[in-house]
Structures are given as structure tokens and as C-alpha cells.
């Protein structure tokens, strides 16, 4: 369910019906959202003399979206998914240098599995572009049932997510795609979200953020990763420059979210952005690509 559905949705829960301006208040959201609210899903809310409430559809709807978000409630000490997720992922291949592949730790990934459903991105249609931290796994582990993709150009990985789903029952879809090459044209503007942890060099930043962009439907997110060093806090800066240049729009920001294995030339910790598109949004690059994209060499596909 889109994000400002959702609040539109659950400020209209508690008593009494609100008024429009009074609803705005309560959900965070302009009027505008309001409105199209209103627009595309009638069947939700009824207005009675200038105030709303849920209709029994609207209820429906709104219990089905917080308890598919329920999941992602933080974890109790005596929680197994963390200890599960561990086990899950104790022979995963080793991070490929070349690839720019830095594992974060095993917390950081069961967290982004339940951001992820706490937020509603997984309801919308995910797609990990790179997953070498394996949140595709986790996700299963805090009681997501829907398919997820996978793409990524390391047969390693994918090999392992397919065993590793297999085993399990999990529906996750692996697609071995090198990004230097635009996204397969079925997969164009399919996806409701995206999450990516991209290269740290700027080329192959720009290039995952073209890509992802490629994949989002109009209304879709992006789950960003990146960091720097205090003493280089310009490379911070040129990212972000490159995500205005595409036309994306800030909605997020959770500081230091990801931790890592490795990576101490930024303190192995980074942020995690969420990003919205834009009537401006567009790829920064497009067709094929050549040239380095990474922090050392090239890639190899196997």
C-alpha cells in the first residue's frame, strides 16, 4: 500500500471523524494526497457533513496493511530470527573486493528486512539490485511471504540466495544481469521499490541509481546506502548531488543505520537514504556502459 494511503488511512482510525484540515494534521499528509485518496479509493472512506471516516473496506484494508507491517516490530532479547539469520548465512560465499562487496553485519541485515516491511516497500514490489548482505534471506525470517528479486552479476551469490531459498520454500527470484547493460525491458518500471548498497565510487553509484530508476514504477522508492569519511565528507556530498540530478527527492534519512564487516575507511558504518521519484526523475545514465565502476578493477561475471 503507497505510504500516503497508508497515513491517510490510519488517521482516520481514531474517533471522531475528522475534518479535512483536522485529517491533514493527523496523517502528515497535504490535502492534495488527501484528495487523490479519496479519487482511487472511494470504496475506503465515507464523507459525512465535511468529516471522513473508515468505511468496513477501508478497516479491512487498513488491518491487512498493519499486520503485514507488524512484523517489522523490533526484535525481543529472546527473538531467534538474528540467531536464525546467522546460521542461514554461515557459508555465504566471501566478499569480492573487485565488486566492491563489503558484508554488513548479520543485525544490520535482519533490520533492513524489517524496515522493509515496516515501511510497506516489500507489499510494493522489492527489488535488490546487489544483495552480497543477503536481506533477501532475512526477509522470509520475519514473516514475509511475497516474492522478492534479486539481480545481481555475481553467479556466486546468486547460486548460493537459490540454494539457500530452495531448501527452505523461500520465493525469492534470482536474475543474473550485469548493470553495465540497461535492465531486461520486462522488468522496466515493475517494481514498487528498489534497495540497493552501491559501489562506493561515484561511476558505479550513478550507474546502480540509473538503473534502479529504470526499474521503479512511477510512484515507486529507493532504499539508498552510502557513506564517507568525516574527512572526506565531499564524497558524501557529490552523491548527493548525483540524486538530485536524477530527480529523486529526499523522504528519509536514517543516520549510521548500516554496519559492516569491513569498510573502516568510513568508519564501517553508513546511512540509509529513502528516496521518491519526481515528474523530474530520470536515469543518469543510460544504454551500455564502459569504464571502471568500482574501487579497484573491473568485474568478472563468474
Known sequence: MNEGIFRALAALAPSPPPEEREWSRRSGEAVSVLRETLRLHPRFILEEHRTYRLTRDGQVALGMEMCARGSALPASEDDPTLPAFEALVEHRPDARRELDQ?????????????????????QRGLCFLGDDDLVSLALPLVGVDRRTTLVDVDSRLLQFVEDAAKERTLDVRCIQHDLRDPMPRPMAGRFGCVFTDPPYAIEGFRLFISRAIELL??????????????????????KQAALLEAGLVLLDMLPDFNAYQGGESIGARSDLYLLGRTPKTQPLVTGRVEGALYSSRKPKNS
Open 217 to 238: 514504477k512511477l510512484d515507486g522508492r529507493l532504499w539508498v546506502a552510502f557513506g564517507q569519511s568525516r574527512r572526506a565528507a565531499e564524497r558524501g556530498l557529490e
Open 102 to 122: 563489503i558484508h554488513a553485519t548479520a543485525d544490520t541485515s535482519v533490520r533492513r528486512a524489517r524496515l522493509l516491511v515496516e515501511r510497506g516497500d516489500v
